[in-house]
């Protein structure tokens, strides 16, 4: 039997940990809700599918990535931005489906950040050996909202980096319905993603699912 065979008769145990000034890691906050969530990401994807971009140095990302909500982030040879249409459809990005946005909001509240609104869901999916390398989310302008990171699908070495990209970063294996959130004065710490172990997870398959919520400031 798999070890993520036995994830829906678990007893739920949310704990709250942190590893940090400014992070919180909410253990299995929105593992019962994971199956809502997936459908949503499902949704988005049959609009706007998973696509792996290339960076500026002309790179392309092991990681696969789409978007829901007003603004989307994507990358070509000409940099990093947002954008309200995807380029691959010429369409706007999905509607954040309400589900979501809520639990991005309720996770936001449980790590210390009332209020948050996000605009943009970036959702990224790992196949086996897929990583994100040590990096910051900094093209957001305004850095008084939190990040808000789920984890869904197979379990993943989260790097977690101080604001120092010379520093070593902790190594922390983050499970399916796990919720990352961070801000304040770690709003700009380094973080990334070893590279994904082969597996199987029984909603999301061979996958691991990441849905980082983030505000974007929407002028300027
Ligand atoms: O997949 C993750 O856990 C992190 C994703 C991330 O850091 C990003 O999208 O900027
Ligand atoms: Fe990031």
Redesign the pocket.
């Given at each position: 039997m798999h070890s993520s065979d036995k994830l829906w008769s678990e007893p739920i145990d949310p704990t709250k940990e942190h590893p940090a000034e400014g992070v919180a890691l909410l253990r299995a906050f929105c593992r019962e809700q994971a199956a809502t969530l997936y459908e949503a990401i499902r949704n988005v994807e049959a609009h706007s599918p998973f696509r792996q971009m290339v960076v500026p140095g002309g790179h392309t990302m092991s990681v696969a990535m789409t978007n829901t909500g007003t603004f989307g982030w994507t990358t070509d040879r000409t940099g990093y931005r947002y954008t309200t249409d995807d380029p691959e459809t010429g369409s706007p990005w999905p509607i954040m489906a309400a589900p979501l946005l809520s639990l991005a909001r309720s996770a936001a509240a449980e790590g210390g950040f009332a209020d948050f609104l996000p605009n943009s869901c970036?959702i990224?999916r790992?196949s086996v050996g897929a990583r994100?390398s040590l990096?910051q989310?900094k093209n957001e302008q305004d850095y008084t909202h939190p990040i808000v990171?789920v984890?869904l699908g197979l379990p993943?070495t989260?790097l977690l980096g101080t604001l120092r990209r010379t520093e070593t970063p902790r190594r922390i294996r983050?499970e399916h319905g796990d919720v990352?959130v961070w801000g304040g004065p770690a709003r700009l710490i380094f973080?990334?993603?070893a590279p994904i172990a082969a597996g199987h997870h029984p909603l999301t398959g061979a996958f691991r699912i990441?849905l980082?919520f983030r505000r974007v400031a929407v002028s300027g």
């Open positions: 970036l990224n790992y994100l990096h989310d990171s984890s993943a989260f983050i990352l973080h990334g993603v990441n980082t």
